[in-house]
């Protein structure tokens, strides 16, 4: 979970300096994302993959966050949504592993 918060400061850093804590920012309220995890049941289950599961984890709309990224206006936000769903599909890659 920290990561969350980590990697967006770090491409922000990188890419927003300038604008650095906006940027950030923006791409923290990204994790919002995971209000679509509160229509599961069980709400929270540690051995489940997040990615094609929960609503707004599904492929079609990943390929529409990155859609988001090359849109000058919605740059931020496609790009925090990409860097969760890479997260997201970390882990569940370490699951496929334990």
Known sequence: ??????????VARIAWR????RAWLVM????LIDLDHLLADP???????????????????????VVLAMLPKFR???VGLI???????????WMRYD
């Open 43 to 65: 709400i929270y289950d540690p051995g489940r993959c997040s990615i094609g599961f929960h609503p707004l984890h599904q492929y079609p709309l990943i390929a529409a966050y």
């Open 76 to 78: 931020l936000i496609g």
């Open 83 to 93: 860097i969760h769903m890479f997260l997201d599909g970390i882990d569940c890659a």
């Open 28 to 31: 923290c309220a990204t994790m």
């Open 1 to 10: 979970m920290l990561l969350h918060l980590l990697v967006p400061a770090a």
């Open 18 to 21: 300038e604008n650095f804590m």
